[in-house]
């Protein structure tokens, strides 16, 4: 009697102290900190953004601003609308924090004449002026690509504001709502992105997390009718989600495009680990065992493969720390390891002392073993088939891999199911000058400012105006043609590079230094000039094609210049596709020391090939899957197949749980039975965790989306090789012991 008191006491305390805990964890969740890093460098370590960021501070940099696009189907062309945009503009200025907007009406461009220079609006609003400006300011197309489309149906302004106003995007986005003569706008920016990003991320990690906790759940019930189970499985994901947060916050890890996935990752692995540790409770209760003795052949029976699960999952993610010191992947990695670690915890002393109603086996349960044991049955018993086709099935899946995937990844959704700023970004990128860049460095140790380096400087954006196919070069030339125009009273035939270029052209030029933004394309010591090519998002995989065979012609040029090759775009390319590659050798790492170790705990070498194989078959259906659904693979997409490789890798340690006792050949049956006894836990696991990702389908964000297709279909997948290859290959093995 005192020893039930005991135990019932002892429970209370566990679940009071969880519920603190529980409470805890949404206090952390709502104090948790959102951070959509959109700078080039979110894939690259902190010495080549230092490296990259000191060479940039030799020039002028390009102030940041929101780019505000207006779409009209009739097109701006017009007085009027000019006329009503200016007063719209004027009314903008009553926004807290706003100083600046830079618009075609706001240009004041100069003009050298026999009498002086005039300054003059580039587009006044007034008749008969509006016409002939207008149609002049078409001919200068180095100054319409930034403000109007070619066919005049888009229009930007660029808007300037200060840091006093947290709310400046949401301000002027409620002002652009009240444009009655345009169709839609758009707004591009860092803090634009940042912003909606963020909402997205942080509506998105409640709404799917939610959503996917309510599918897990109902058919957790469906397939196991017990309350009493359901209630603690419940409790204890809830913990583990909740010191997760904990240590976000403790750490100061926002919630990235990365770590955003950590919290359901450990939910999802702490659940398969609960339904095994809870469904053998259940028999061992069936068995009467008595309740001391419960818990010793409770571990037993579940811990070795408790504690290879936790292992393996920890070395997928462990691994991760060897990236070369890139912020984002350590914080991943970090958190992962830590909730990984608390689900062990949790799950091995904090789940048995819940454990102690006794669950009468549901006739779903027993048609669904008897099913299990009837599949591995025929498997086992006609192991020809099932080798061959599998054999067949990884050569296509191999051959869909090397042919379709690619390590790609673009500035913004391809698909048109599109957050608003990837929108604006589309849309910019159509009909403007384009997301993507690339930098041409040219250095010496005297001035670069002389007729050789224009000469090189118009054979560089020769090339990449026509092989690279940029849509706009700026450059020191760029520069030149502009004052040569201003010389030329701004006819539009002024427009060329000077005849020759000597020290008294240079000396007046230099005048207007800042004017012109020399200084931004020059360093101050003229030892070091850029020039900046623009061009639509062709993707990481082709900017580095494309980056290459510039790299090939740079080579080739007859000249004593340093020539190199940067900009973001490059630094982004070469973050997104090293990563990649480490992020895939890490993998296969992971992979193999889980294998070798398996080898080494059953002493049985082709065990540890085999199960290589058979958590191969997965990871390949779900890259042809991407293959199929046009999800390239980059560091997003790598990350979320760690969720696969993890359960994968569980279901078949536990598979292989009840074996470790085989010394020599085993019979049929006696596999059948052993193999029976996980096959349950298994398939419930497979199947509740593989439909609750149907609960990403609810994410604006298309790589998600696409990935809630792709992991629901990839684990019945793994599923099918556990229960229809595994114990084909088991039984192959041990029969030549």
């Known amino acids: 009697m005192k020893n039930a008191q005991n135990v019932k006491l002892k429970k209370a305390i566990i679940v009071f102290v969880g519920c603190l805990i529980i409470a805890g964890g949404y206090l952390a969740f709502t104090k948790v900190s959102y951070d959509f890093d959109t700078s080039p460098f979110a894939y690259a370590s902190v010495e080549e953004e230092k490296k990259h960021n000191h060479f940039l501070s030799q020039f002028r940099q390009f102030e940041k601003e929101t780019t505000v696009i207006l779409e009209r189907e009739a097109g701006f062309n017009s007085l009027d609308v000019f006329q009503r ?44 002026k509006f016409n002939q400006k207008f149609s002049l300011l078409k001919k200068h197309q180095d100054i319409m690509e930034k403000f109007l489309s070619v066919d005049e149906k888009f229009l930007c302004f660029y808007v300037r504001n200060d840091s006093t106003n947290s709310n400046f995007t949401n301000d002027l986005d409620s002002a652009l709502r009240t444009l009655d003569f345009v169709d839609e706008y758009y707004l591009l920016g860092e803090n634009v ?21 309510i599918i897990l759940l109902v058919l957790f019930f469906i397939f196991v009718p017990s309350p009493a189970r359901l209630i603690s499985v419940l409790f204890i994901t809830l913990l583990n989600v909740s010191f997760t947060f904990i240590f976000m916050v403790l750490l100061k ?40 003795e419960i818990f010793v052949k409770l571990f037993q029976t579940i811990g070795l493969p408790l504690i290879l699960t936790s292992l393996a999952n920890l070395i997928g993610f462990i691994i991760f720390f060897a990236n070369g010191g890139i912020e984002r992947i350590n914080e991943l990695a970090l958190i992962a390891t830590l909730g990984i670690i608390t689900s062990y915890i949790l799950s091995r002393l904090v789940l048995p002392q819940l454990l102690s109603v006794r669950i009468k086996r549901g006739k779903g349960e027993e048609k669904a073993t008897a099913i299990l044991s009837g599949i591995l049955g025929k498997v086992i018993g006609k192991p020809v088939f099932s080798l061959l086709f599998f054999s067949v099935l990884t050569l296509g899946i191999g051959y869909i891999v090397y042919e379709k995937s690619t390590i790609n990844m673009h500035y913004y959704s391809q698909d048109e199911n599109r957050l608003k700023y990837e929108e604006a970004s589309a849309v910019y990128d159509q009909n403007f000058l384009g997301v993507r860049d690339i ?32 849509t706009s070069i700026y450059s020191l ?31 007046e030029i230099n005048k207007f230094r800042h004017d012109l933004g020399i200084d931004a394309l020059l360093n101050e010591g003229e030892t070091c000039t850029r020039v900046i090519g623009s061009l639509p998002d062709i993707g990481t995989h082709e900017g580095l094609k494309r980056s290459k065979a510039l790299e090939i012609f740079l080579q080739k040029l007859d000249t004593d210049y340093s020539i190199t090759i940067g900009g973001n775009a490059l630094m982004f390319d070469k973050g997104v596709y090293g990563l990649s590659r480490t992020v895939i050798v890490l993998l296969v790492i992971g992979i193999s020391l889980v294998s070798i170790f398996i080898s080494l705990y059953f002493r049985k070498f082709w065990l540890g090939l085999a199960t290589i194989w058979v958590n191969l078959l997965p990871i390949g259906f779900a890259l042809s899957m ?12 790598l990350f979320m197949l760690t969720i696969l490789i993890g359960i994968a890798f569980d279901d078949s340690i536990y598979l292989l749980g009840n074996l470790k006792r085989i010394k020599g050949p085993i019979a049929d049956q006696e596999l059948i039975q052993n193999l029976s006894k996980n096959a349950f836990p298994l398939m419930v696991t497979s199947f509740v965790i593989g439909f609750a990702f149907i609960a990403l389908l609810l994410s604006a964000h298309h790589i998600t989306y696409n990935f809630g297709i792709i992991m629901a279909t990839s684990l019945i997948f793994a599923l099918a090789t556990d229960l229809l290859l595994l114990p084909v290959l088991i039984r192959k093995i041990y029969r030549n012991t």
């Open 477 to 507: 030339n760029t520069i030149l043609k502009r004052y040569e125009r201003y010389l030329a009273g701004g006819a539009p035939t002024g427009y060329k590079l000077p005849k020759s270029i000597d020290e008294p052209y240079i000396s």
């Open 439 to 470: 930098e041409i460095v040219i250095e010496q140790e005297s001035s670069l400012f002389n007729s050789t380096t224009v000469s090189l400087i118009e054979e560089i954006e020769n090339y990449l105006l026509e092989e690279y196919e940029c």
């Open 253 to 292: 890890i926002p919630i990235t495009v990365l770590t955003g996935i950590v919290p359901g990752i450990v939910a999802i692995l702490s659940f398969t680990d609960q339904m095994h540790i809870s469904y053998h409770y259940s028999l061992l209760k069936r068995e009467k065992v008595e309740e001391k």
């Open 85 to 128: 945009l200016q007063t719209a503009q004027d009314d903008f200025y009553n926004i807290a924090g706003l100083e600046k907007i830079t618009s075609l009406q706001t240009l004041i461009l100069p003009t050298k004449t026999p009498f002086g220079i005039i300054w003059s609006e580039a587009l006044p609003l007034e008749e008969p």
């Open 193 to 213: 992105q940042s912003d909606q990003a963020e909402k997205a991320l942080a509506n998105e990690s409640l709404t799917v997390g939610i959503t996917a906790t």
């Open 626 to 637: 991407m293959a199929i659904l046009g999800v390239d693979i980059n560091p997003s997409s």
